[in-house]
């Protein structure tokens, strides 16, 4: 991804599935569906944000995202999805959903997060089983972890953007 998307965007609720029936918690981005035919009314963030999710291609992606919770503002390595969550048909609207490889002591919703998409993984499945989907997730985050390693894009987790506390 050239350049690397830079995203701000408030932690919104979704289903509550991440977690609870996966096991991986995504922190999903707000994306201002309801502005799509008035962006001229967003803020700037907010228009990256829904322009990043209309033309990106559906799939997981890696990046650095820094939730402000409270005491643990830390900018941590990200396995992120976007799409139509195929594997879940009620999900109407392509969303965004890091899961950030950290442990937080809390949850963070209605908290800002940025987050610095670094480049492409895969794109979309649909899985026939939840047991399928979860060995590729944990493959996913194994993939991101190393990649993110790599001296040029551990460097990025630096960058001014994100704000230092
Ligand atoms: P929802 O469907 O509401 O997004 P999830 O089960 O996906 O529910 O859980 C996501 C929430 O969990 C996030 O909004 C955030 O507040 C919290 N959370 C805790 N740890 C993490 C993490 N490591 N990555 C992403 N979100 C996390
Ligand atoms: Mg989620």
Redesign the pocket.
Known sequence: LEPMPHLRAQVVR?F???SKLLGF????MNVRWDFMETPEKLTPEERDVLDFARSCEPGIYYGWAQGSNGADSGVYKTAMSVGWNPTFPDVKAKTI?PWILHDYAEDFYDCELRLIVCGFVRPEAKFADFKDLIVAIREDGDFCRETLETAELAAIAKDLFFVSK
Do not use: I
């Open positions: 979704g509550g599935r991440g918690p995504t922190a999903n959903e």
